[in-house]
């Protein structure tokens, strides 16, 4: 229910907020104010009476009849009013009455005196009479022809309980109207201030997948809401990315599939047409099988590529020596390599090792080593180095002695189905994903890899790999 309650708009909120925090800070202002300021006006009255305690002390006798009374003569005095309004009484210590004036009448002021009431200087206090009028009254002690009598001198406290109302009641008008002025102000203020997200809601409103060039405006202002703005465009930026991405992935993807079977598909159908001999047909279904063997190593570079962007390849670190790691690679290619007359060189140090996912970092290697055998010509050299740097880097080398990569290709040698020459590419069995998958693979372990090409002199990759175990803590 209470939750209903709650308005709906923040500037609406902000603005009862703002109107009770002010009204708060009002009242709590306005009571200390009055509470103070009656404070002062009471000390004035107790001052005043102590004074007119002084003046009755000199004008008090007692009459022939042994009663005591008062000389009074209000019309020479220069502050009559103060006179006329004085209640006085005067009682003995024990209590009884011996003075009342006219003003008081036959109210009690204050009742039996206390035991040191008045002694040895002016008692102030508070009090009420009979009928309840509050008062300020100040007592002392005084001798009278040798009888001690306790002289009880007050004001009425109304006129300045009066004073402190009015003020209230001009309080009460005007606080309202203040409130009411803030309130307004409050409000404008809060709506202009959220006016550029109202905007920025509607433009956000708008954005879709097909439209993720769209931004968010005000992102140039320094405030909270620039900034804000700011942060948003950025993440619409780094989702077109991949929204582009992968949407280019998902075309390439089609693309490469596209070739293979169309080529299988040709085949297939050119040996269905001619009556062809056993042989024929064997031929035909060689080359049938060489391209699905084709497309199985595109799937599974492409089930390797998507389940790490998906972030769910898990790794599963071992320790090993790289040198063992590099002989193994290198071993996949001994055959191919000779067949080409061509000779691949393994050397390094023996003590390097490392903690790592074995099986990912092998994937890297031999996608290097491959591109290595695929590219160098026939009687060419392949160094794999292994060696580890102070900093605390391993790194592994493979160079060959290829055509190279021209200058121009570097930056995007490593970008999913980039290929120098296309067409050489596809012809050597290539998928154009053999580098991505190599660079995802050391990235994951926190390294990184690189292409030192010399155009007409060979490829150098580099692999380098932080944190090496040395053969000590093996
Ligand atoms: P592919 O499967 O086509 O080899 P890669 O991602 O492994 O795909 O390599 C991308 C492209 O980089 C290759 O098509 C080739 O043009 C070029 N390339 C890679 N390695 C070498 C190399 N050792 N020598 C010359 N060119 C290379």
Same mark, same amino acid.
């Given at each position: 229910?209470?939750?209903?309650?709650?308005?709906?708009?923040?500037?609406?909120?902000?603005? /009862?907020?703002?109107?009770?925090?002010?009204?708060?800070?009002?009242?709590?202002?306005?009571? =200390?104010?009055?509470?103070?300021?009656?404070?002062?006006?009471?000390?004035?009255?107790?001052?005043?009476?102590? #004074?007119?305690?002084?003046?009755?002390? @000199?004008?008090?006798?007692?009459?022939?009849?042994?009663?005591?009374?008062?000389?009074?003569?209000?019309?020479?005095?220069?502050?009559?009013?103060?006179?006329?309004?004085?209640?006085?009484?005067?009682?003995?210590?024990?209590?009884?009455?011996?003075?009342?004036?006219?003003?008081?009448?036959?109210?009690?002021?204050?009742?039996?005196?206390?035991?040191?009431?008045?002694?040895?200087?002016?008692?102030?206090?508070?009090?009420?009479?009979?009928?309840?009028?509050?008062?300020?009254?100040?007592?002392?002690?005084?001798?009278?022809?040798?009888?001690?009598?306790?002289?009880?001198?007050?004001?009425?406290?109304?006129?300045?309980?009066?004073?402190?109302?009015?003020?209230?009641?001009?309080?009460? =008008?005007?606080?309202?109207?203040?409130?009411? &002025?803030?309130?307004?102000?409050?409000?404008?203020? %809060?709506?202009?201030?959220?006016?550029?997200?109202?905007?920025?809601?509607?433009?956000?409103?708008?954005?879709?997948?097909?439209?993720?060039?769209?931004?968010?405006?005000?992102?140039?202002?320094?405030?909270?809401? @620039?900034?804000?703005?700011?942060?948003?465009?950025?993440?619409?930026?780094?989702?077109? #990315?991949?929204?582009?991405?992968?949407?280019?992935? %998902?075309?390439?993807?089609?693309?490469?599939?596209?070739?293979?079977?169309?080529?299988?598909?040709?085949?297939?159908? *050119?040996?269905?047409?001619?009556?062809?001999?056993?042989?024929?047909?064997?031929?035909?279904?060689?080359?049938?099988?060489?391209?699905?063997?084709?497309?199985?190593?595109?799937?599974?570079?492409?089930?390797?590529?998507?389940?790490?962007?998906?972030?769910?390849?898990?790794?599963?670190?071992?320790?090993?020596?790289?040198?063992?790691?590099?002989?193994?690679?290198?071993?996949?290619?001994?055959?191919?390599?000779?067949?080409?007359?061509?000779?691949?060189?393994?050397?390094?140090?023996?003590? *390097?090792?490392?903690? $790592?996912?074995?099986?990912? /970092?092998?994937?890297?290697?031999?996608?290097?080593?491959?591109?290595?055998?695929?590219?160098?010509?026939?009687?060419? %050299?392949?160094?794999?180095?292994?060696?580890?740097?102070?900093? @605390?880097?391993?790194?592994?080398? *493979?160079?060959?002695?290829?055509?190279?990569?021209?200058?121009?290709?570097?930056?995007?040698?490593?970008?999913?189905?980039?290929?120098?020459?296309?067409?050489?590419?596809? #012809?050597?069995?290539?998928? $154009? /994903?053999?580098?991505?998958?190599? #660079?995802?693979?050391?990235?994951?372990?926190?390294?990184?890899?690189? &292409? /030192?090409?010399?155009?007409?002199?060979?490829?150098?990759?580099?692999?380098?790999?932080?944190?090496?175990?040395?053969?000590?803590? =093996?």
């Amino acid at each position: 229910m209470i939750h209903n309650l709650r308005p709906r708009h923040i500037r609406t909120r902000l603005t /009862l907020w703002h109107i009770f925090v002010l009204a708060s800070v009002l009242a709590v202002t306005w009571s =200390f104010t009055a509470f103070f300021l009656f404070l002062q006006l009471r000390e004035q009255l107790t001052h005043y009476a102590v #004074q007119e305690i002084e003046n009755v002390e @000199g004008l008090l006798y007692f009459n022939a009849g042994g009663k005591l009374d008062l000389r009074e003569d209000y019309h020479k005095h220069p502050d009559s009013k103060r006179l006329l309004d004085r209640l006085l009484e005067i009682r003995s210590p024990e209590g009884s009455v011996l003075y009342r004036n006219e003003r008081l009448g036959s109210r009690s002021l204050g009742g039996n005196p206390l035991p040191d009431e008045g002694e040895d200087q002016f008692s102030p206090r508070s009090t009420r009479l009979d009928d309840g009028t509050p008062v300020r009254m100040v007592s002392r002690r005084w001798p009278l022809d040798g009888r001690p009598l306790v002289i009880r001198l007050a004001f009425s406290e109304e006129p300045i309980r009066a004073r402190i109302e009015e003020l209230a009641l001009a309080s009460a =008008f005007v606080l309202p109207i203040a409130l009411i &002025l803030a309130g307004l102000g409050g409000y404008l203020l %809060t709506q202009r201030a959220l006016g550029p997200l109202q905007e920025m809601a509607r433009r956000a409103d708008r954005i879709t997948s097909e439209r993720l060039n769209e931004r968010l405006p005000n992102d140039e202002v320094g405030d909270e809401l @620039g900034q804000l703005a700011r942060v948003f465009n950025h993440l619409l930026a780094r989702l077109e #990315q991949s929204f582009e991405q992968l949407r280019r992935f %998902t075309s390439d993807a089609s693309h490469e599939l596209r070739t293979p079977l169309a080529s299988l598909r040709s085949v297939g159908e *050119v040996a269905l047409q001619k009556d062809g001999c056993r042989e024929e047909y064997r031929d035909a279904i060689g080359s049938m099988l060489e391209e699905v063997k084709r497309l199985t190593t595109l799937i599974d570079s492409l089930l390797t590529i998507s389940r790490a962007d998906a972030g769910c390849i898990q790794l599963h670190p071992t320790i090993f020596r790289v040198m063992d790691l590099a002989r193994q690679a290198a071993g996949f290619f001994e055959v191919l390599a000779e067949e080409k007359g061509q000779h691949i060189t393994i050397d390094g140090s023996e003590g *390097v090792s490392m903690k $790592g996912d074995r099986v990912f /970092l092998m994937q890297a290697l031999v996608n290097i080593i491959d591109n290595a055998v695929k590219y160098s010509p026939a009687g060419g %050299t392949i160094h794999v180095r292994v060696y580890s740097e102070q900093a @605390g880097t391993i790194r592994l080398e *493979v160079g060959d002695s290829g055509p190279g990569i021209a200058p121009e290709h570097v930056d995007r040698i490593f970008n999913r189905f980039y290929r120098v020459d296309n067409s050489r590419s596809r #012809q050597a069995g290539g998928t $154009g /994903l053999g580098l991505a998958i190599a #660079q995802w693979a050391v990235r994951v372990h926190g390294g990184d890899i690189e &292409l /030192l090409s010399t155009p007409g002199s060979g490829c150098t990759f580099r692999i380098s790999l932080p944190a090496p175990i040395t053969s000590a803590s =093996f």
